[in-house]
């Protein structure tokens, strides 16, 4: 597609609980991003992907979360045991080369309760 | 670690006016830049990308210039509109690769009509 796709919309978990937050990037493109958006306007950067190999995992939580780009299947972010901080808008991204034009989807509002 | 910062916070002005958005970063080893805007309840739209060897990039009514060596970017918008009115982040790369973004917190800006 023409852009990049995210579902669900939104998610409500109680504290504990796993959620799963799904991605299909622009097709043909091949870096995929995650970020996080709390407070507003603070943008974190979880992990980047380039293909289904990992590039750069330093803001990954790694002990909750957990993030997959499999060939033929959309990009994935799995929080086991959720908390009341994960609470947040999470953004994917993705881009056609190497520090191009990041081209973001419509995020994920995670609400954990 | 890079730190980008954005000012002013939030800018009120009234329809028809220019105006200019202002950010800066403590590193200048940046590989790009990249202004986005961002709707309310919504997702990132890509404004302009410099790459660090350029000194700015131009779309319609928006300019944006970039000065490395001083570690400072700016947002014109000329003629302001009301369909202006977002928030506005600015982002640096600082490598090539899957890179990710490093965010300033945003300039929230309202044209009054």
């Known amino acids: 597609g023409e852009e990049v796709a995210q579902t669900p919309k939104h998610l409500v978990r109680g504290e504990g609980q796993k959620a799963k937050l799904y991605c299909a990037p622009i097709?043909?493109?091949?870096?995929v991003f995650w970020y996080q958006q709390v407070l507003k306007n603070e943008f974190k950067f979880l992990i980047s992907?380039?293909?289904?190999?990992?590039?750069?995992e330093t803001g990954m939580p790694k002990e909750r979360f957990s993030a997959k780009c499999l060939p033929n299947s959309p990009c994935s972010l799995e929080i086991q045991a959720t908390k009341l901080e994960d609470s947040a808008v999470y953004f994917c991204?993705?881009?056609?080369?190497?520090?191009?034009?990041?081209?973001f989807g419509p995020g994920t509002r995670l609400t954990v309760l | 670690k890079q730190e980008v910062t954005q000012i002013p916070a939030a800018l009120s002005v009234p329809e028809g006016e220019n105006l200019v958005l202002n950010c800066s970063f403590t590193?200048?080893?940046?590989?790009?830049l990249q202004w986005f805007r961002q709707d309310p309840g919504k997702g990132l739209t890509s404004l302009l990308l410099?790459?660090?060897?350029?000194r700015e990039q131009t779309s319609g009514r928006l300019n944006a210039s970039l000065d490395k060596s001083s570690g400072r970017s700016t947002l014109y918008i000329a003629a302001s509109q009301p369909g202006d009115s977002a928030t506005y982040l600015c982002?640096?790369?600082?490598?090539?690769?899957?890179?990710?973004?490093?965010f300033g917190q945003g300039t929230r800006l309202t044209i009054n009509p």
């Open positions: 982002a640096v790369v600082r490598g090539q690769g899957a890179q990710k973004l490093v």
């Open positions: 992907f380039q293909n289904e190999n990992v590039f750069d």
């Open positions: 590193d200048s080893a940046i590989y790009n």
């Open positions: 097709k043909g493109h091949s870096y």
């Open positions: 991204a993705s881009s056609p080369h190497p520090a191009d034009t990041q081209y």
């Open positions: 410099i790459q660090s060897s350029q």
